[in-house]
């Protein structure tokens, strides 16, 4: 291969990779009670969103979402949330929802402008219904790309990337807080 094709075969790859950022990090292993995860532009470590299921499969109705880390930027290890990370950015609030058994509706503490719904679906597998270009998705995982330039960090943008529940299709939605 001569050196002008090594050149547009290399930064053809480095163009990937500026397109897509969420594509450069380790994706969590496969978990059946997984809802959906977090990552962040700033580090590798990821925020975890699973089930909390009761010993009748059932989602727990105290805490139906058990949030924590995965430490890749470190030694890969889980880690729960400390508090003021589970209060003021990663944390959940859910509450039952009176007209269907055995669901929750909830919203990020950080941001509450949109509101989710966590449940079983018909074959008893946790889902976490994410508003997705204004329908209810199943939400899989979070990109959110983080301005750390100033004091105080602040949000560029955040990628949502789901499924149809229908179409079992792919979904996507970039937003700015």
Same mark, same amino acid.
């Given at each position: 291969?001569n050196?002008?094709?090594?050149l547009?075969?290399?930064l053809c790859s480095?163009?990937?990779?500026?397109?897509?950022?969420?594509?450069r990090?380790?994706?969590p292993?496969?978990?059946?009670i997984?809802?959906?995860?977090?990552q962040?532009s700033s580090n590798a470590n990821?925020v975890?969103?699973d089930?909390?299921?009761?010993?009748s499969k059932t989602?727990?109705a105290k805490?139906?979402v058990?949030?924590?880390?995965i430490? =890749?930027g470190?030694r890969?290890q889980? &880690?729960?949330l400390?508090?003021i990370?589970?209060? !003021? +950015? %990663?944390?959940? =609030?859910?509450?039952a929802i009176?007209a &269907?058994?055995?669901?929750f509706?909830?919203?990020? !503490? +950080? %941001?509450?402008?949109?509101k989710f719904?966590?449940k079983?679906?018909?074959?008893?597998?946790p889902i976490?219904?994410?508003?997705?270009?204004?329908?209810?998705?199943?939400?899989?995982?979070v990109?959110?790309s983080?301005d750390?330039?100033?004091m105080?960090?602040?949000v560029?943008y955040i990628d949502l990337?789901?499924k149809?529940?229908?179409?079992?299709?792919?979904?996507y939605?970039?937003f700015?807080?």
């Amino acid at each position: 291969m001569n050196r002008f094709s090594l050149l547009v075969l290399f930064l053809c790859s480095g163009l990937t990779s500026l397109a897509n950022p969420a594509e450069r990090f380790p994706t969590p292993p496969d978990s059946p009670i997984r809802l959906f995860y977090i990552q962040r532009s700033s580090n590798a470590n990821t925020v975890i969103y699973d089930a909390n299921l009761s010993s009748s499969k059932t989602l727990n109705a105290k805490d139906p979402v058990h949030t924590y880390w995965i430490r =890749y930027g470190e030694r890969g290890q889980k &880690e729960e949330l400390t508090t003021i990370q589970r209060t !003021l +950015a %990663y944390g959940l =609030y859910t509450d039952a929802i009176n007209a &269907e058994s055995n669901a929750f509706e909830g919203y990020f !503490l +950080a %941001y509450r402008k949109r509101k989710f719904v966590v449940k079983l679906d018909a074959r008893g597998t946790p889902i976490a219904l994410f508003p997705i270009n204004g329908r209810l998705q199943i939400l899989k995982r979070v990109y959110v790309s983080v301005d750390e330039s100033h004091m105080m960090p602040s949000v560029n943008y955040i990628d949502l990337y789901g499924k149809d529940p229908v179409t079992g299709k792919d979904v996507y939605e970039r937003f700015k807080p």
